[in-house]
Protein backbone atom coordinates (compact mmCIF):
# COMPACT_ATOMS: atom_id res chain seq x y z
CA UNK A 1 0.00 0.00 0.00
CA UNK A 2 1.45 3.44 -1.08
CA UNK A 3 1.06 6.51 2.03
CA UNK A 4 1.81 10.18 0.37
CA UNK A 5 1.40 12.65 3.13
CA UNK A 6 1.44 16.21 1.77
CA UNK A 7 2.56 18.84 4.62
CA UNK A 8 3.70 22.84 4.49
CA UNK A 9 0.19 24.73 3.77
CA UNK A 10 -0.13 27.47 5.73
CA UNK A 11 -1.59 31.23 5.61
CA UNK A 12 0.71 33.69 4.07
CA UNK A 13 0.57 37.06 2.83
CA UNK A 14 1.20 38.16 -1.09
CA UNK A 15 4.53 37.94 -1.96
CA UNK A 16 5.78 35.18 0.40
CA UNK A 17 6.72 31.81 0.16
CA UNK A 18 5.79 28.18 1.55
CA UNK A 19 7.13 24.87 0.93
CA UNK A 20 5.36 22.00 0.75
CA UNK A 21 6.34 18.63 1.43
CA UNK A 22 4.87 15.00 0.24
CA UNK A 23 6.68 12.24 1.99
CA UNK A 24 5.88 9.08 0.33
CA UNK A 25 5.52 5.28 1.80
CA UNK A 26 4.83 1.73 1.30
CA UNK A 27 7.17 1.90 -1.65
CA UNK A 28 9.54 3.03 -3.63
CA UNK A 29 9.39 4.87 -6.85
CA UNK A 30 12.89 5.34 -7.93
CA UNK A 31 12.16 6.52 -11.82
CA UNK A 32 8.01 7.20 -11.15
CA UNK A 33 6.92 11.02 -11.58
CA UNK A 34 5.50 12.40 -9.24
CA UNK A 35 3.51 15.26 -9.41
CA UNK A 36 1.88 18.39 -7.72
CA UNK A 37 -1.74 19.47 -8.42
CA UNK A 38 -4.27 21.90 -6.65
CA UNK A 39 -7.91 22.61 -6.97
CA UNK A 40 -8.71 26.41 -6.04
CA UNK A 41 -12.06 27.01 -4.85
CA UNK A 42 -14.89 26.02 -6.42
CA UNK A 43 -12.86 25.21 -9.55
CA UNK A 44 -11.53 21.50 -10.95
CA UNK A 45 -8.01 20.24 -10.24
CA UNK A 46 -5.37 21.61 -11.94
CA UNK A 47 -1.76 20.27 -12.88
CA UNK A 48 0.78 22.63 -11.13
CA UNK A 49 4.31 20.51 -11.22
CA UNK A 50 5.68 17.27 -12.33
CA UNK A 51 9.27 15.51 -11.64
CA UNK A 52 10.38 12.16 -13.14
CA UNK A 53 12.93 10.70 -10.15
CA UNK A 54 14.97 8.83 -12.75
CA UNK A 55 15.99 11.76 -14.99
CA UNK A 56 15.47 14.70 -12.58
CA UNK A 57 13.33 15.86 -15.43
CA UNK A 58 10.86 19.20 -14.11
CA UNK A 59 7.61 20.78 -15.90
CA UNK A 60 5.38 23.28 -15.01
CA UNK A 61 2.08 25.08 -15.41
CA UNK A 62 2.48 27.99 -17.30
CA UNK A 63 0.77 30.01 -14.28
CA UNK A 64 3.81 28.77 -11.58
CA UNK A 65 7.09 28.73 -14.22
CA UNK A 66 9.61 31.19 -12.63
CA UNK A 67 7.75 30.74 -9.12
CA UNK A 68 7.82 27.49 -8.39
CA UNK A 69 10.38 24.31 -7.81
CA UNK A 70 9.86 21.13 -7.31
CA UNK A 71 12.45 18.56 -5.77
CA UNK A 72 13.18 15.46 -4.66
CA UNK A 73 15.44 14.17 -1.73
CA UNK A 74 15.80 10.60 -2.66
CA UNK A 75 16.84 9.66 0.85
CA UNK A 76 13.53 10.34 2.31
CA UNK A 77 11.74 9.80 -0.45
CA UNK A 78 10.29 13.02 -0.51
CA UNK A 79 8.88 15.56 -2.83
CA UNK A 80 8.91 19.00 -2.00
CA UNK A 81 7.61 22.22 -3.94
CA UNK A 82 9.23 25.50 -3.30
CA UNK A 83 6.45 28.22 -3.77
CA UNK A 84 7.81 31.67 -4.31
CA UNK A 85 6.17 35.06 -5.06
CA UNK A 86 3.27 33.57 -4.56
CA UNK A 87 -0.36 35.21 -5.87
CA UNK A 88 -4.50 35.21 -3.89
CA UNK A 89 -5.00 33.09 -7.11
CA UNK A 90 -2.59 30.23 -5.74
CA UNK A 91 -5.09 29.54 -3.23
CA UNK A 92 -6.25 26.20 -3.00
CA UNK A 93 -5.54 22.54 -1.84
CA UNK A 94 -2.05 21.18 -2.71
CA UNK A 95 -1.90 18.29 -3.92
CA UNK A 96 0.49 15.34 -4.42
CA UNK A 97 0.53 12.27 -6.60
CA UNK A 98 2.67 9.45 -8.11
CA UNK A 99 2.13 8.56 -11.71
CA UNK A 100 1.95 4.28 -12.26
CA UNK A 101 0.35 2.41 -14.65
CA UNK A 102 -0.23 4.87 -16.93
CA UNK A 103 -1.96 7.45 -14.50
CA UNK A 104 -1.83 8.97 -11.39
CA UNK A 105 -2.92 6.33 -9.47
CA UNK A 106 -1.77 7.66 -5.73
CA UNK A 107 -2.77 10.42 -4.27
CA UNK A 108 -2.24 12.42 -0.77
CA UNK A 109 -4.95 14.13 1.25
CA UNK A 110 -4.19 17.34 0.54
CA UNK A 111 -2.90 20.33 2.19
CA UNK A 112 -4.84 23.74 1.89
CA UNK A 113 -2.29 26.84 0.84
CA UNK A 114 -4.22 30.42 1.17
CA UNK A 115 -2.64 33.54 0.06
CA UNK A 116 -4.13 36.84 1.47
CA UNK A 117 -4.14 39.76 -0.72
Known amino acids: QVQLVESGGGLVQAGGSLRLSCAAS????????MGWFRQPPGKEREFVAT????????SYADSVKGRFTISRDNAKNTVYLQMNSLKPEDTAVYYC??????????WGQGTQVTVSS
Open 97 to 106: AVYYQAQYRY
Open 26 to 33: GRTFSSAT
Open 51 to 58: FTWSTGTT
